[in-house]
């Protein structure tokens, strides 16, 4: 089983990014993308589940969008109006148990750096 992250980079403030975490070897009930800062520990950001229903952090709440493909067992997080305090490494998770808060499988971090 391996996730796949990718779509971080540098962006400007205001700028956009799209992360994509692709998933292979298992079909995944839930996903979720966490997030580390410099100094920091590692924050939950978004989570979804099979049927899409998902639930968000305060902090990204109308700037940040989370989707799923089923097909393709890869889950997307649109990002807008990027803050300099979203600079952070991004990691997917995933877990096949339908509810929960624990994530049984982890991607690599993608770096995503907003500059104000």
């Known amino acids: 089983v391996q996730l796949q992250a990718s779509g971080g980079g540098l962006v400007q403030a205001g700028g956009s990014l799209r992360l994509s975490c692709a998933a292979s070897?298992?079909?995944?009930?839930?996903y979720a993308w966490f997030r580390q800062a410099p100094g920091k520990e590692r924050k939950f950001v978004v989570g979804i589940g099979w049927s899409g229903d998902s639930s968000y952090d305060d902090s990204v709440k109308g700037r940040f969008t989370i989707s799923r493909d089923n097909v393709k067992n890869t889950v997307y997080l649109q990002m807008k109006s990027l803050k300099p305090e979203d600079t952070a490494i991004y990691s997917c998770a995933a877990d096949q148990t339908p509810w929960g808060s624990h994530f049984e499988f982890w991607g690599q971090g993608t770096l995503v750096t907003v500059s104000s």
């Open positions: 070897g298992r079909t995944f009930s839930r």
